[in-house]
């Protein structure tokens, strides 16, 4: 008899939702959502808007979310309007812009948006027990806020930290080579109302080896350094007619 071979498979988690596509009024996000750019960001998005020629003020699209998206931490539907009016630029444009890039947060998501990143290096370095430890230590399951608001998980795709992987991103800080003990930590330090220190959490300076520098440990040599000996020095000088 052939013994029976079982491997175990893995997936991560089924997320359902309309939310990318559709938008539904709600008290706090409707087109009477009163909502203005502070002085200082509409100076900083009028300077942005210079940068482009008469008639292409589109152009400055990505940059004008990304204004609203930190003055508020979201994007209302009342903010795409006032995007779209002041770029010129029809409403459904803005909606296309908002609704393909996932960057873009049109729901709020709390004080720190926590994102765990679920993509296949960081998947094979423990993402799924990442991702169980924040959501266990912000008391939130992914797609949702904490009942005092102040944090939303959310799984993401490559953050562009591969060599440090498992990554997990509070807002725009990046925490790397993190273990279930540096998930706690991080979120405990945030309920606190510290600040932890980004970056690798294993002692790492940034992408280097695990075990250590294995090239460019010594300084590199001079100028000139295996050239031969003839090109190396001078030329006689020509003799003169």
């Not at 409707?30 to 940068?51: D, H, S, V, Y």
């Not at 800080?173 to 279930?180: G, K, Q």
């Not at 600040?195 to 294993?202: D, F, K, L």
Request: proline fraction near 7%.
């Amino acid at each position: 008899m052939i013994p029976q071979i079982v491997r175990n498979f893995s997936c991560s988690k089924n997320l359902l939702s309309e939310e990318l596509f559709v938008h539904r009024d709600s008290n706090d996000n409707n087109p009477q959502t009163k909502f203005e750019f502070t002085e200082a960001n509409m100076t900083r998005l009028c300077a942005i808007i210079q940068n482009y020629p008469e008639g292409c003020q589109r152009s400055a699209l990505s940059a004008a979310m990304d204004i609203v998206q930190r003055q508020l931490g979201w994007i209302p539907i009342s903010a795409m309007h006032k995007v779209a009016e002041v770029l010129s630029i029809p409403r459904m444009r803005v909606y296309e812009w908002a609704t393909f890039y996932t960057m873009c947060k049109r729901r709020y998501r709390g004080k720190f948006n926590v994102k765990v990143c679920v993509t296949t290096p960081c998947m094979l370095r423990g993402s799924d027990i990442i991702l169980q430890a924040v959501e266990e230590a912000t008391c939130c399951c992914t797609g949702s806020l904490s009942a005092d608001r102040m944090f939303g998980v959310d799984v993401v795709q490559c953050q562009g930290a591969c060599a440090n992987a498992p990554v997990l991103v509070v807002d725009d800080d990046y925490y790397e080579d993190v273990n279930v003990c540096d998930v706690y930590n991080i979120i405990q330090t945030l309920k606190s109302g510290g600040i932890p220190p980004c970056g690798p959490q294993s002692g790492r300076f940034a992408a280097e080896p695990i075990t250590g520098f294995t090239t460019l440990c010594e300084c590199p040599p001079s100028p000139g350094f295996g050239i031969q000996a003839g090109l190396g020095s001078a030329s006689p000088p020509l003799p003169r007619n």
